[in-house]
């Protein structure tokens, strides 16, 4: 039987912290309210695309496992803010890290792309296709909000992390799934001109609106992500006393400790970041699964669940095997450029460029409009 073993692993988080407060600058909202209903109180923004936080974390995976760029067969990029649609972000990471003989794909099921992307990436290796594979989970949210509407911009923050897949004989990797989409609820989360124009930033078609019903995706998700796992669970035959962490999505703390007791796992044993880096979408699994490796929160041999869920309404819940090896066998000098500016005068730049070309256009954003605006 062939497994496919996390061999590497490291992430890229841009410097510039935004808090609570600096979000009370231009919003009415507080310190106060977002912590307590969301259990937030900073999170990253980027003065990098998306495709360079990947490179960054990419190259610390692969110094981690000992690989090079043209060692690998497969490169995933799960994320829903790509920098463009044609050509896709994976072939950008693939240039960049000298990649030359892999496959490079795209997955967008937005905040679970990188456990959608881990799945296909391990029965892509299971099968025999390939050998080698880098998943990615990445998010440049901050370029895409709405910052006029405090019901999602508190709420996301920029950040991405990846790992490196590689065959083995030995049982580890991922060892149990369940993916499901709770379709008829996709209402509930839609943004209206997201993604697509990083590169286009200066000629833009007008503000992204975010349609999001938040207290029906809440239950929704706490249902989708306990259900999921507690099916997971049984697929494997573990009860909730194997798991020995979980790393789940991180959207609002109050959602983690409802998942954590809906599945019998008490909170000591759930690795949470909300606190520091709010909803990173996609990036948000894969950094948590990072920093608990470098917390010492991951054992030799542990059993790590992953449950997740995003705008779709996607959902997922997995189960790792951890294989024997807890440090990296190696570090990447890749690091982002400097960035010279505070996280609230990036936002600031972000509102001043739409108040200046997209307010106008909002009574046009329909989405046939958007698309034919895309198309
Ligand atoms: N500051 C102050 N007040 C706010 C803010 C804010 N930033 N945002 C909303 N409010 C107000 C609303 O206007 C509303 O006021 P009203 O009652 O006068 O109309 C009130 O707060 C809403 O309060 P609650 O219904 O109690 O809010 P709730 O406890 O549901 O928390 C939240 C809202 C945080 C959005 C929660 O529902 C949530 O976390 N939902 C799921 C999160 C989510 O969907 N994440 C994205 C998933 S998909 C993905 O990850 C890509």
Redesign the pocket.
């Known amino acids: 039987m062939t497994y496919a073993a996390i061999t590497g692993w490291g992430k890229c988080m841009p410097p510039a912290v935004l808090t609570n407060d600096d979000?009370s600058t231009f919003?009415?909202?507080?310190d106060e309210?977002?912590n307590s209903?969301?259990g937030m109180r900073e999170r990253r923004v980027s003065h990098v695309s998306a495709i360079d936080m990947s490179v960054v974390a990419v190259s610390q995976a692969l110094a981690c496992a000992g690989l090079e760029g043209r060692d690998i067969d497969l490169i995933i990029y799960g994320s829903?803010s790509n920098d463009e649609g044609v050509p896709n972000s994976a072939s950008g990471v693939q240039l960049a890290i000298g990649a030359t003989r892999a496959a490079a794909m795209d997955v967008n099921t937005?905040?679970t792309s990188f456990c959608y992307g881990l799945a296909t990436a391990t029965a892509m290796i299971r099968s025999g296709m390939v050998k080698t594979a880098v998943v990615i989970g990445v998010e440049l949210i901050s370029r895409f909000m709405d910052w006029s509407n405090?019901?999602?911009?508190?709420?996301?923050g920029d950040g991405a992390a990846a790992v490196v897949l590689q065959a083995s004989d030995v049982e580890s990797g991922l060892i149990g799934s369940v993916l499901g989409c709770d379709a008829e609820a996709r209402e509930?989360?839609r943004v209206r001109g997201l993604g697509l124009s990083y590169a286009n930033k200066d000629v833009r078609f007008g503000d992204t609106l975010w349609d999001?019903?938040?207290?029906?995706?809440?239950k929704r998700?706490v249902t989708a992500m306990a259900e999921a796992s507690i099916r997971v669970m049984a697929d494997c035959r573990l009860t909730a006393d194997d798991i020995d962490l979980v790393v789940p999505?991180q959207?609002?703390l109050?959602?983690i400790e409802s998942l954590a007791k809906y599945s019998g796992i008490p909170m000591e044993r759930v690795m949470v970041t909300v606190h520091k880096y709010g909803?990173m979408?996609a990036a948000?699994v894969p950094v948590a699964l990072v920093e608990a490796l470098e917390d010492g929160r991951v054992t030799p041999g542990g059993t790590i669940m992953m449950p997740?869920?995003?705008?779709g309404?996607t959902f997922c819940s997995l189960i790792v095997k951890w294989g024997d090896r807890v440090t990296p066998l190696g570090l990447s000098d890749k690091a982002l450029p400097p960035c010279t500016k505070t996280a609230l005068e990036l936002v600031n730049e972000s509102r001043a460029m739409h108040d200046a070309h997209g307010r106008s256009l909002q009574g046009l954003m329909s989405p046939l409009f958007v698309e034919a605006s895309l198309g």
């Open positions: 979000l919003l009415d909202t507080s309210w977002i209903r969301t829903c937005a905040c405090r019901n999602v911009a508190v709420l996301f509930t989360l999001f019903d938040g207290p029906v995706i809440f998700a999505h959207a609002n109050r959602i909803n979408s948000t997740a869920f995003g705008g309404l």
